[in-house]
């Protein structure tokens, strides 16, 4: 047992190393990344549990005492962002079916993981856990309008459906909370590193089945798919700076790029239970691609957040 805490506790202070890792398994594996895509629903219940386990709930609460904050930035991130990046997407002259996957993305809520890895980057994973759970619920009211608005595309999403499943993602994961929170009392705390060791595992196991049908369609597509791929970054990117440029003259820093990196990662998977059959495919090609940034960029931002904000935060 002691050897297991040892590797986990290892593996969370390694997260932004070993995340990457997982997508080569994917592809390496496709068979088990087909295998393995009826996990994602109870390992993104664990991921939000883990993440409600670790986070700070004196500091959530407060948010939550004063939660204008939180639902100010949510609403930034549903509607400004995208109707800032849209024209943007728009005047480069992209692949139409990788104009309407950035703008969707730009519209998805926050991913769940992003409470997670902004432990790992020193950023507020309360915030962070907040404004995800905020988008989550907003987004079956903000998502259909400006899609149809922007590129006449009717989802057709259930309000009520959709946020009842989304609910009780989030039901199940705040039970699974309270549970590990009560069994751990007073260990909490020096357990932390144990229970980042776990989510990463389970974050590494999760992008497995993401992978599902990638290869096939790099073999077909080689250029189109990098192009997808390199359009992800950008997307990711380009979000996360207009949202922290347009929160930092109002905010501290550490909220601010907080704010801008929820909005970098999207719950671009939620697309692929509302979109029509008749969508573009290519829509569905970004879903895949936009993994890639989704595990590396952590990586890649940790050296700068870790010089724009001190240990301490």
Same mark, same amino acid.
């Given at each position: 047992m002691d050897t297991v805490v040892h590797v986990l506790r290892r593996m969370g202070r390694r997260a932004t190393t070993l995340l990457p890792f997982s997508l080569g398994i994917g592809l390496l594996f496709q068979d088990i990344a087909a295998a393995a895509r009826p996990l994602l629903w109870p390992l993104a219940v664990a991921l939000l549990m883990l993440a409600l386990a670790r986070t700070d709930w004196p500091r959530l609460a407060a948010l939550l005492r004063r939660p204008g904050l939180a639902i100010v930035l949510a609403l930034l991130n549903l509607i400004a962002v995208p109707l800032v990046v849209w024209p943007i997407w728009q005047a480069l002259g992209l692949w139409p079916g990788l104009i309407a996957a950035l703008c969707l993305s730009a519209m998805a809520p926050g991913i769940i993981s992003a409470a997670t890895t902004a432990t790992f980057l020193r950023l507020d994973s309360s915030l962070a856990l907040l404004l995800t759970l905020f988008t989550n619920f907003l987004v079956p009211f903000t998502l259909p309008p400006l899609a149809l608005w922007l590129l006449d595309l009717d989802l057709k999403i259930g309000i009520v459906d959709l946020s009842l499943r989304?609910?009780?993602?989030?039901?199940?994961?705040?039970?699974?909370?309270?549970?590990? *929170?009560?069994?751990?009392? %007073?260990?909490?705390?020096? #357990?932390? #590193? !144990?229970?980042?060791?776990? #989510?990463?595992?389970?974050?590494?196991?999760?992008?497995?089945?993401?992978?599902?049908? =990638? =290869?096939? *369609?790099?073999?077909?597509?080689?250029?189109?798919?990098?192009?997808? =791929?390199?359009? +992800?970054? +950008?997307?990711?990117?380009?979000?996360?700076?207009?949202? !922290?440029?347009? $929160?930092?003259?109002?905010?501290? *820093?550490? $909220?601010?790029? !907080?704010?801008?990196?929820?909005?970098?990662? *999207?719950?671009?998977?939620?697309?692929?239970?509302?979109?029509?059959? $008749?969508?573009?495919?290519?829509?569905?090609?970004?879903?895949?691609?936009?993994?890639? %940034?989704?595990?590396?960029i952590p990586t890649l931002l940790q050296p700068l957040y870790r010089r724009l904000l001190p240990s301490s935060a």
């Open positions: 989304l609910a009780l993602i989030v039901a199940v994961a705040l039970a699974g909370a309270v549970a590990i *929170r009560h069994f751990l009392g %007073p260990r909490l705390h020096d #357990s932390g #590193s !144990t229970l980042d060791g776990i #989510s990463v595992a389970v974050l590494m196991v999760f992008a497995i089945p993401l992978m599902d049908g =990638v =290869v096939a *369609r790099a073999a077909v597509e080689p250029l189109k798919l990098a192009g997808f =791929v390199a359009g +992800a970054f +950008a997307g990711m990117l380009l979000c996360n700076l207009v949202m !922290t440029a347009l $929160t930092l003259p109002f905010l501290d *820093r550490r $909220t601010a790029l !907080t704010a801008g990196y929820c909005s970098g990662g *999207r719950h671009n998977a939620l697309l692929m239970a509302v979109l029509p059959v $008749t969508a573009d495919p290519d829509i569905f090609l970004f879903i895949a691609a936009v993994q890639f %940034p989704i595990y590396l």
